[in-house]
Nanobody, 114 residues
Framework: QEQLVESGGGLVPAGGSLRLSCVAS????????TRWYRQAPGKQRVLIAS???????AYADSVKDRFVISRDNAKNSLYLQMSSLKPEDTGVYFC????????WGQGTQVTVSS
């Protein structure tokens, strides 16, 4: 069964760091464009970082210079290194892979305490 599974979330104080991982059980993962989304409590899911199959990265202004997205195609994995975390970074983080099909993970909770 093709799927994405996130891990690495947790509770962290403001200013702290976390590294999220997303392991993909997808054939030809290297051909997919991949993204991280965040859904804050009571709000819509928003795109915060992307890395396409060619390695081009992009970030939302809210996380630029604090978060780093990366992928390891040999491990079928996507990562999000988060630093200088703020309470407003709290939410459920989802990984996403898109080609002709779209796959979503189940999400991992990140809570940043003030």
């Amino acid at each position: 069964q093709e799927q994405l599974v996130e891990s690495g979330g947790g509770l962290v104080p403001a200013g702290g760091s976390l590294r999220l991982s997303c392991v993909a059980s997808i054939i030809y993962f290297n051909l997919y464009d991949t993204r991280w989304y965040r859904q804050a409590p009571g709000k819509q899911r928003v795109l915060i970082a992307s890395i396409n199959r060619n390695g081009t990265v992009a970030y939302a202004d809210s996380v630029k210079d604090r978060f780093v997205i990366s992928r390891d195609n040999a491990k079928n994995s996507l990562y999000l290194q988060m630093s200088s975390l703020k309470p407003e970074d709290t939410g459920v983080y989802f990984c996403n892979a898109v080609r002709s099909l779209t796959f979503w993970g189940q999400g991992t909770q990140v809570t940043v305490s003030s």
